[in-house]
């Protein structure tokens, strides 16, 4: 499949134009990154290109060595460049997906760098901000990455400031959490740029009804679903969600929440089958997976990060969980 150069052939002219001209908007395309992330970006600054009645917005698609990338559903993108040392695009943007911690080649990190320093805007879509992080680009920025890989980046860039937002704009950084938040932040590029007006009539036509903003937060699947049951399910969620490291005790949770702790049990029971101390359990067993699976950690920080106090009783508990053992487990997925 071929990449997308906004229903057009490429112009001539690889330049960085001036304002009322050509902007050059750049994909890094990592092994495995998700289709649908690239398509939505692409099909905004399309949709900004056909209400502005000029084409405002070049995009191209960058990989390593100039080959085709292959997407997280099989399917090939041929790319437009390689990482050429002259390339300077307004924006630049890295698109990586599953297993974002292997991304460790010095060429990918020290172009990055390079473009950076020629006064490149860079970005990063879903895991995106891990190789801007290891490039070390994100420091003194504040960044948002997939909700799935948040602990993971937390372990790896502790002093990086990660937020828990859909995504965040600041300066010349742009980073998403992938998915649907793509649009939103790609349709604020766009008002930043060529107004709302144009923004609005881009959103319309891609049937997107609410454009959210850098405030609004990611939701994960267990919140996403609470949500539409029950505000006090969702608030309780919530809490378990965010005091993993610490679990509350469920009297500390139902509280929180305005319920004693038999109203507590009888919420989770009528909504999700599970007592909400299995349900805290569960959340924090997930947890613990993805950093085994995205991060060189220890199983004993592991243990510790996701509320296990001790080695023993996190792998005797994770084997009961998964079927298998922490370290069989992360072996499994190399």
């Avoid at 998915?179 to 319309?204: C, N, Q, S, W, Y």
């Avoid at 106090?309 to 084997?319: A, D, L, P, T």
Wanted: aromatic share 8%; net charge neutral.
């Amino acid at each position: 499949m071929a990449a997308v150069e906004n229903g057009e052939r490429p112009l001539e002219a690889d330049r960085l134009a001036d304002d009322d001209q050509l902007l050059e908007v750049g994909f890094l395309l990592i092994h495995d990154f998700a289709l649908y992330t690239l398509s939505s970006a692409i099909d905004v600054l399309r949709h900004a290109n056909r209400f502005a009645g000029r084409r405002r917005y070049l995009t191209r698609v960058y990989t390593e060595d100039g080959d085709p990338a292959m997407s997280s559903n099989r399917l090939e993108i041929k790319a437009d460049r390689a990482l050429e040392e002259t390339a300077r695009p307004w924006k630049l943007f890295v698109v990586c997906g599953f297993h974002p911690e292997r991304v460790t080649d010095d060429k990918i990190l020290g172009w990055l760098r390079k473009v950076g320093r020629r006064g490149t805007d860079l970005g990063g879509i879903s895991a995106g901000a891990f190789v801007l992080a290891r490039a070390g680009l994100l420091e003194g920025y504040e960044c948002a990455v997939h909700w799935e890989y948040a602990g993971a980046f937390e372990e790896m860039w502790p002093d990086v400031a990660l937020t828990d937002r859909l995504y965040v704009i600041d300066r010349d950084r742009q980073t998403c959490a992938g998915g649907a938040a793509t649009v939103d932040m790609f349709l604020r590029i766009v008002a930043d740029d060529l107004g709302p007006d144009i923004a609005a009539k881009a959103a319309e036509q891609m049937l997107v009804d609410r454009v959210r903003t850098t405030l609004d937060r990611q939701t994960s699947a267990a919140l996403f679903r609470a949500k539409s049951r029950s505000g006090a399910l969702a608030e309780a969620i919530e809490a378990m969600e965010h005091n993993l490291d610490a679990p509350l005790s469920m009297i500390e949770i139902a509280t929180t929440v305005g319920l004693t702790r038999r109203q507590l049990h009888r919420l989770f029971r009528e909504h999700t089958g599970q007592s909400p101390t299995d349900f805290y359990r569960d959340i924090r067993l997930r947890y613990a997976r993805n950093l085994l699976r995205q991060t060189p950690s220890k199983v004993i920080d592991v243990a510790l990060a996701s509320g296990f106090g001790s080695h023993s009783h996190f792998s005797k508990v994770y084997r009961e969980h998964f079927g298998v053992s922490p370290l069989k487990d992360r072996r499994s997925d190399l």
